[in-house]
């Protein structure tokens, strides 16, 4: 399971609350992601960070932060929920094979916003 | 803007049967292509990659082929078995160094005993 854990698992929230949901790894990975899925969807990127400090943006980005202060874990913010935000989030991490990189995926946060 | 499609989006099949799931993407300049499996509430499993210099890769029942110039992958299960049932995802590596993926919404199959 390239020793991923998320937490929590499964959170109810209130529209216009900060959340924060952690990614953390225990096997020095440099590159780490954060997506969403959703019914009609599929897997779209949020975020994705290249090292400690270093992140960058995806595709569906706005509404979300996230911070990488330590190798392990990668936080992803929702500075201010809101309905749109309720969804299942999947942290990755990739780990070399080779020449390529193949991405292993988290157990999942459902999280729903009231 | 890459885009992943996956024909069909569900498939029912009896115990047995051999079957193949299909996975299109509009920009062949791809680094790489990663199927993966998604049981209900769980998360993902990565079942085979593919490099974009690959043809095929295999694993145990899995056959997963590319053909980048078409912009397509197969993936062939054979022998079918009910507990093959999950989603199946298509993804592909549109950028190589960050690996983001994009992903096809996936084909849900069912294999009945």
């Known amino acids: 399971d390239a020793g991923i854990t998320q937490s929590p698992r499964h959170k109810v929230t209130e529209t216009g609350t900060p959340v924060t949901l952690r990614c953390h790894q225990t096997e020095n990975h440099r590159y780490m992601y954060w997506y969403r899925q959703d019914p009609g969807h599929g897997l779209r990127l949020i975020h994705y960070?290249?090292?400690?400090?270093?992140?960058d943006k995806g595709e569906v980005s706005d509404g979300y932060s996230v911070s990488r202060s330590k190798t392990e874990d990668f936080l992803l913010t929702l500075e201010s929920a809101t309905s749109s935000q309720t969804s299942v989030y999947f942290c990755?991490?990739?780990?070399?094979?080779?020449?390529?990189?193949?991405?292993?995926f988290g157990p999942g946060t459902r999280l729903t916003v009231t | 803007k890459q885009e992943v499609t996956q024909i069909p989006a569900a498939l029912s099949v009896p115990e047995g049967e051999n079957l193949v799931l299909n996975c299109s993407f509009t920009d062949s300049a791809i680094y790489n292509l990663q199927w993966f499996r998604q049981d209900p509430g769980k998360g993902l499993t990565s079942l085979l990659l593919?490099?974009?210099?690959?043809r095929e890769q295999t694993s145990g029942r899995l056959n997963a082929s590319l053909d980048k110039s078409s912009g397509r992958s197969t993936l062939y299960i054979a022998a079918s078995q009910p507990g093959d049932s999950a989603t199946y995802l298509c993804a592909v590596t549109t950028q190589g160094g960050s690996e983001k993926l994009v992903f096809g919404k996936g084909t849900k199959l069912t294999v009945n005993p």
């Open positions: 960070s290249y090292g400690v400090k270093d992140t």
């Open positions: 990755a991490i990739s780990e070399h094979r080779g020449v390529v990189r193949e991405q292993y």
């Open positions: 593919i490099q974009s210099s690959q």
